[in-house]
């Protein structure tokens, strides 16, 4: 019995060594014929791998761009503040928009500051308006909201006003008293990070306010604005 068995395996292997040739003739159409329609449905998928990478480096930047943010203490001044009895706390929902354009300015003695008559250089209460002999500046809109924020801002706009220390959409460039020495430090790639993030941020409309020039007559009779 046990023979017969061995007899029969036998000739299906001397069957399989005068068919192999052909079976691996067979195996080997079936590979290109499963490679080649592989190909036309995987073609559209080539330009996919390069999205991937894009997408993995726009990811590196948001994070790099987060920690900059967050190690940069932006918020400290581009966010508004809510009043508590703990002091100043930035308000999460209005995350770096900047100077709430509805509030008040804070009751200060402007016209004795901008003149230099008081003990301190510069005054400010929630750290998004400063006063100083400079005159009034604003902390501006941080998030991508086109028309009060940075969404029509250009990469290269944005990365200039750290690199060239100045603004360049209003009549006195300087930026006090944004530290911009201190981040004009940042790499052109650190700075772009930057901008990459805050373009992820919830965009807020918030018209921040320009600048109020030290000869601005709201400072004329040493009232407070
Ligand atoms: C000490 C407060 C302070 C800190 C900290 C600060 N800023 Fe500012 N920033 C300001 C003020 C105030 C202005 C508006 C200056 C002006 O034009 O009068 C400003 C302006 C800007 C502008 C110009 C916006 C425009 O429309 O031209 C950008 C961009 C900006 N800040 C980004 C940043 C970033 C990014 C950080 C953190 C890395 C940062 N700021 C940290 C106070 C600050």
Request: aromatic content about 10%; some cysteine; proline content about 8%.
């Amino acid at each position: 019995m046990g023979f017969k068995v061995l007899r029969m395996l036998r000739g299906y292997q001397k069957l399989l060594r005068i068919h192999s040739g052909v079976l691996l003739a067979l195996i080997f159409l079936a590979i290109t014929i499963s490679c080649g329609s592989n190909k036309a449905e995987f073609n559209p998928q080539k330009p996919s791998k390069a999205d991937d990478q894009e997408e993995v480096y726009r990811k590196y930047n948001v994070e790099r761009g987060k920690r900059l943010v967050e190690l940069g203490g932006c918020s400290q001044c581009h966010t508004p503040k809510i009043n508590t009895t703990l002091g100043y706390k930035p308000d999460k929902d209005r995350f770096l928009s900047g100077y709430p354009a509805d509030k008040p300015l804070p009751n200060l003695p402007y016209a004795e500051i901008i003149a230099g008559e008081t003990e301190k250089t510069f005054y400010t209460t929630d750290a998004t308006v400063w006063v100083g002999r400079w005159g009034v500046s604003f902390a501006a809109n941080l998030t991508p909201d086109p028309e009060t924020g940075i969404g029509a801002m250009s990469e290269d706009d944005f990365i200039n006003i750290f690199s060239n220390k100045e603004h360049f959409s209003q009549e006195n460039p300087t930026i006090t008293p944004m530290p911009v020495n201190v981040y004009s430090q940042l790499s052109f790639f650190e700075l772009r990070s930057i901008f990459i993030y805050l373009q992820t941020l919830e965009p807020i409309s918030n018209e921040v306010p320009t600048r109020i020039p030290p000869e601005s007559d709201l400072f004329d009779d040493g009232q407070d604005a």
